[in-house]
Structure formats: structure tokens, C-alpha cells
């Protein structure tokens, strides 16, 4: 199942490249940026976990050690159900897996159509980051991408499919660690 989904991704990640390259006046990331893992709830799916598991394992164990102690700070301080928190990946601004990411984190920054047809912006846009130049009083001045590129729709979509790719539940990062 994970050679398949690596060749999902590598179909995912073209058309993805493609959005921002269309979109790459409105977008601020760059390497060392990372505003959108310094809080958020971070959905992943049983195969992405099992992806991003076999990043964490290629890790050195200093990298390991470091999110084991990430991971269990957050459990421990956890106060809700649903909360939001670093991602435990995150080490001095940069993603530890970032080739094993989720699906959430490599569409972080576009603006897409969701299907109620209301346009969806990345957070960072309250920073004065992405889209920030064309997204003023909650109205968006430009044309967003018309995929709806949310986990569900993607998960379920026809590229998934014709990878025969079983996603299974869905939760947030922290969720999938005892």
C-alpha cells in the first residue's frame, strides 16, 4: 500500500507544484517559514501516519528523542479534546519528515474552493503572509483554485482511487500517539 501511495503523491505533489507556481504571487513560503505548524490541529490519515512513521524511523536518534519529548509535552499539557499545538516535527523551523508530510501540510498556503463554494485561506493570511495582498475584510480578490484540496476530498478523490489506496480514519497528529 505505501508504493502506491508514494506514486499518488508523486502525481499529488506535481499538480500541487503547479497550484503554487500559478498562485506564487499571493505565497510567502520558503524554507524556514513555519507559521502554519506553529498551531494547528494537523488532521492525518492511517496511511499517512504509516508514512510519516517511516520518515520518523529513517530519523537519527537525537531527532528522535527530540519528538518523543515534543510529543509527550503536548500530551501532558494537553486541556481539550480538540486544541490546537506545534507540530512535534517541527525542529528549529524546519519539518524533521518534510519528503513524509501529510496531505494537510503539503496543501498549506493555497487558497482553494471548498464545495459550498466558499474560498479557503490559509491561516497564515492573518500574519500578513499568503494571500494576504488580495484577502481583505474576509473577501478574497483573486481567482482561488478550483479544486477543493481539503483532506476528505482528496482522500476520497478519483486520484485515490485509481491508486486503490485505503486512507482509513482520519484524526489529529498528536491523536495517533498512546
Known sequence: M?????KFLDEFNKKIARYF??????????????ACCEVGDYPFTQLEMMYLMNGFRSLNDNLKRTIKQ???????????????????????????????RG???????????TDNGMVKVPECVNNNLCYSKVHKDNEFMAEPIKDNL????????????RYKLEFGLSKSLIDWFP
Open 2 to 6: 505505501l508504493k502506491r501511495y508514494e
Open 21 to 34: 507556481k500559478k498562485h506564487s504571487d499571493y505565497i510567502c513560503c520558503k524554507k524556514g517559514c513555519s
Open 70 to 100: 515534543n510529543i509527550d509535552s503536548i500530551k501532558k499539557n494537553r486541556v481539550s479534546t480538540h486544541f490546537f499545538y506545534k507540530c512535534p516535527f517541527l525542529i528549529n523551523n524546519l519539518c524533521s519528515v518534510y519528503k513524509y
Open 103 to 113: 496531505i494537510t501540510c503539503r496543501t498549506h498556503g493555497l487558497a482553494y474552493l
Open 150 to 161: 481539503s483532506l476528505l476530498e482528496i482522500t476520497g478523490g478519483e486520484t485515490a482511487k
